[in-house]
């Protein structure tokens, strides 16, 4: 199975904290972590690898953050393993602006807000104000303009993922509640909350520093929490989606197979030019009622006599004997019965196999989802904004 491409595209206004997002994410998952299934990423080079690591040594040994990014739209190619094996390869494209240009390509959308504009509770005035700071309505239309785009073409909206950091700061609020945090999320983003959608609300931090819209901070209180798990929730998501386009492509094999044997099924009744043809004990067996005898063949060939009805007629047997003869003439198989029916029921067997694995998830993507949801039951995901059940025993959001 070839390792799938994600692409991630992550929007937010400068200072929201994107580029420290990046970096943090990447120092944590280069380095591994393990909660069941282990999980790694990987720079696509030596060169990209050092990168990302310096400026995120700014943080982690100086206390300086990275430079905001004002520039054209950088893409990091890296690997994500699942301790056995390349899971994805995600394209995660930081965009200074809108990044309307790179939307209709992405799997997964990170909207990254800047937790301390939402440190206080936002009533009917400041939510306003709060709107305005963190972007709400140019990633509101944008989002818009996508999901139409994909309506159009028949596409599957992307996952998105809200990443709420600085989440240190709104943990010193007056209510630092998981609860309120998402409410004010759907009050901002409503959009994302739409049916159809899949959407995860997760709640960051760099480290626990001492005050709000610090330039440089103590490196020993960097300590960054959860910033991994925009990451395997967009390979997730995008694993899903795979599995659900795979699951929806045996289906349609499914009935196209099916809608061959019920064709295979007339042929072989217009050639024996008969009436009696029905299925025996299985769909590849026939019989055929003549003379009061019930005679049939099974796929290996032999001849099956049924319950006696009446007299039998030898000359009748002989010509029914003809006929399957002219059903395998008929068919490019002359002297056997049915090859190209035993064919297609093989297929289809194999179809309906493939179709019950996915559907009892004891495929390999099955497993893989399951993997990477243990890791992100402490944080709410939705779906056309219906949350999942939180895991039990799943840790809280982050906080001092």
Known sequence: MAV??????????????????????????????????????????????????????????????????????????????????????????????????????????????????????????????????????????????????????????PSIAVVVTKFDQIARGPDKSEERLIREVRELLPLCFEPGTHTMVCPVRAGVFPGAQLSRVDPELVSPRWVHLPMLFAVMSHLDRLRADELAACREQEAALERDERELRRRVGKTLGLTGLAALAGPWQYAVVRGGVAWGMQAGGRWIRGRRTGGEDRDEVGRTRAAFRRVGEALGRPGRLLPAHRELMRRLGEVRERIREIDEGRDDRSCQIRELGEHLAPVPIFRSGRRREPEAGAPSPPSE
Do not use: N
Request: hydrophobic letters at 40%; a negative charge.
């Open 4 to 157: 799938p491409r994600v692409v991630i595209t992550a929007l937010g206004v400068p200072g929201a904290g994107s580029t420290t997002l990046l970096h943090a994410m990447y120092d944590v998952l280069s380095l591994g972590v393990s909660q069941g299934q282990s999980y790694y990423l990987r720079a696509e080079s030596a060169e990209a690898d050092l990168e990302l690591r310096r400026v995120w040594k700014l943080l982690a040994d100086e206390g300086r953050f990275p430079p905001r990014r004002t520039e054209r739209p950088v893409t990091h190619t890296m690997t994500l393993r699942d301790g056995r094996a390349d899971l994805a390869v995600a394209e995660w494209t930081e965009h200074p602006g809108d990044g309307a240009e790179q939307l209709a390509e992405s799997d997964t959308i990170v909207l990254v807000l800047d937790g301390g504009v939402l440190g206080d509770p936002l009533d009917d005035t400041t939510r306003v104000h709060a709107a305005g700071l963190i972007g709400a309505a140019r990633m509101s239309f944008l989002l818009q303009h996508l999901f139409g785009l994909r309506r159009e073409h028949g596409g599957a909206c």
